[in-house]
């Protein structure tokens, strides 16, 4: 069975902090791992990544894959407030539409 | 363009009673996924289904559970004769296509069974 796992579970930070959330995952055939922000709602898409070794970046956050040891990390640098969220880490496979989520890190 | 859009936003149901929520993917989008997130727990798949057709049901319970999303008209989740453990939030997303991999959420619909 597909599984994600997330750590820390959660983490308190001061504003202008940096910190880096992880994501380590086992699936069959992976195609995509994904990182999504949730506030009191919708998770909110952040990041797809497909391949190892790219850092995707947008303004504050960035993300990176590790294909060979099956983990992603999601950095945010100079925290606010309005990062306070669960930030949540899903995987795909391929042939499989579905996402498998981890349980989230609450930042 | 709107985003995706999901009613009721909160649903009170008796134990026995009926569920049902409603999800309109965005514009342009025919794929259609549900998830649900208990209290404190990741989000878990349930349905995945294209215009009149389920693609994926492996994450639905066997019984009382349905999903349909007809030619016109929104994806609908049907519960049937809720129980307490039922409660929970319920996310519709959407994509484009398979070739596009990012799922866009709606806000959920959060179901409370008293």
């Known amino acids: 069975e597909d599984k994600v796992v997330q750590s820390p579970l959660s983490l308190v930070v001061h504003e202008g902090d940096t910190v880096t959330l992880n994501c380590s995952y086992e699936?069959?055939?992976?195609?995509?791992l994904l990182w999504y922000k949730q506030e009191k709602k919708a998770p909110t898409f952040l990041f797809m990544l497909?391949?190892?070794?790219i850092e995707k970046k947008s303004g504050r956050l960035s993300s990176i894959l590790d294909k060979k040891e099956l983990f992603s990390i999601l950095n945010i640098t100079a925290t606010q407030t309005g990062d306070s969220a669960v930030y949540l880490c899903?995987?795909?496979?391929?042939?499989?539409?579905?996402?498998?989520f981890g349980t989230g890190t609450r930042l | 363009n709107a985003g995706v859009m999901q009613n009721p936003r909160h649903l009170v149901r008796r134990r026995g009673q009926e569920a049902r929520l409603r999800c309109s993917p965005m514009?342009?989008?025919?794929?259609v996924y549900w998830y649900r997130q208990l209290p404190e727990e990741g989000l878990k798949f349930m349905v995945y289904?294209?215009?009149?057709?389920?693609?994926?049901e492996s994450g639905m319970p066997k019984e009382r559970f349905s999903a349909e999303f007809p030619k016109e008209g929104p994806s609908i989740l049907r519960i049937q004769q809720v129980v307490r453990g039922d409660s929970a939030a319920y996310f519709c997303?959407?994509?484009?296509?398979?070739?596009?991999?990012?799922?866009?959420f709606g806000p959920g619909t959060r179901l409370t069974v008293t």
């Open positions: 514009k342009g989008h025919s794929h």
């Open positions: 699936v069959t055939n992976f195609r995509s």
């Open positions: 289904l294209q215009k009149e057709n389920i693609i994926d």
């Open positions: 497909t391949s190892s070794g």
């Open positions: 997303a959407s994509s484009p296509s398979q070739e596009a991999y990012e799922q866009y």
């Open positions: 899903a995987v795909e496979n391929f042939g499989n539409e579905k996402l498998t």
